[in-house]
C-alpha cells in the first residue's frame, strides 16, 4: 500500500481556516441582529409603555442570534488575547443587562395589564351608563329597545367584558413569561460566553 504523504501544519491550517471563518459568520450574525433590532426600535419611543414591552420581546426573540455570533466571534479570537479579552466583558456586560432587563418585563406589563383592564372598565360604565339612561327614560329610545332587551344587553355587556379582561390577563402573562424566559436564558448564556472568552487560554 502506497504511502499517503501528510502535509505538516495541515490541522494548524485548518484550525486557523475554521477559526477565520467563525469570524465572518459571527460578524454577519452580529450585523443581522443589529439591523433588525434597529427597524424595530423605529420610531424611538423608550418613554412608550408598549413600545418598551414589544421592543424586549423582539430582542428576545432574536436573541439566539446575538449569542450564536458572539460565540463564533469567540472561538475565532482564541488566539487574539486582547479583542477576546474585550468580547468576552462585551458578553458578560450584555448577559448581565439582558438578565436584569427581566425586571423591567415584569414591571412593564404588570403596568399595561392594569392600564389595559382600567381601560375596559372605564369603557364598561359609560356603556352601562347609557343603557341606564335608556331605562331610566324609555321615550327617548327607539320603541324596540323594551326592557328586557335593555336587560339582555346590560347581561351581554358584563359577558363581554369579563371575556376581555380574562383574555387580557392570559395574554399578558404569556407574553410576559415568554419574554422573561428568553431574556434571562440569553443574559445566562453570554455570561457563561465572556467567562468562557476570559478564562480559556490564562
Given amino acids: 500500500m502506497a504511502n499517503i504523504p501528510v502535509r505538516k501544519g495541515g490541522s494548524q491550517a485548518l ?13 454577519a450574525c452580529l450585523t443581522g441582529f443589529l439591523v433588525d433590532v434597529a427597524i424595530l426600535a423605529v420610531p424611538l419611543d423608550p418613554l412608550d409603555l408598549q ?6 420581546q423582539q430582542v428576545g426573540d432574536r436573541g439566539i442570534v446575538l449569542l450564536f455570533g458572539l460565540s463564533l466571534l469567540t472561538y475565532g479570537l482564541l488566539n487574539n488575547r486582547s479583542w477576546r479579552k474585550q468580547l468576552a466583558l462585551l458578553c458578560l456586560l450584555l448577559g448581565v443587562g439582558f ?3 427581566g425586571i ?12 389595559t383592564l382600567t381601560t375596559i372598565t ?6 352601562r351608563t347609557q343603557i341606564e339612561t335608556a331605562r331610566a327614560n324609555p321615550a327617548a329610545v327607539s320603541p ?11 347581561q351581554l355587556l358584563d359577558e363581554r367584558v369579563n371575556m376581555a379582561k380574562q383574555n387580557t390577563r392570559t395574554g399578558m402573562l404569556k407574553v410576559g413569561a415568554g419574554s422573561i424566559g428568553n431574556l434571562v436564558v440569553l443574559g445566562i448564556a453570554l455570561i457563561a460566553v465572556g467567562r468562557f472568552g476570559s478564562q480559556v487560554g490564562r
Fill in 122 to 127: 372605564h369603557q364598561q360604565a359609560q356603556v
Fill in 104 to 115: 423591567l418585563v415584569v414591571r412593564d406589563t404588570l403596568k399595561f395589564q392594569t392600564m
Fill in 51 to 56: 413600545w418598551r414591552i414589544s421592543l424586549l
Fill in 15 to 27: 484550525y486557523s481556516s475554521g477559526q477565520s471563518l467563525s469570524i465572518i459568520v459571527g460578524l
Fill in 99 to 101: 438578565s436584569l432587563s
Fill in 144 to 154: 324596540d329597545l323594551t326592557p328586557e332587551a335593555l336587560q339582555q344587553a346590560a
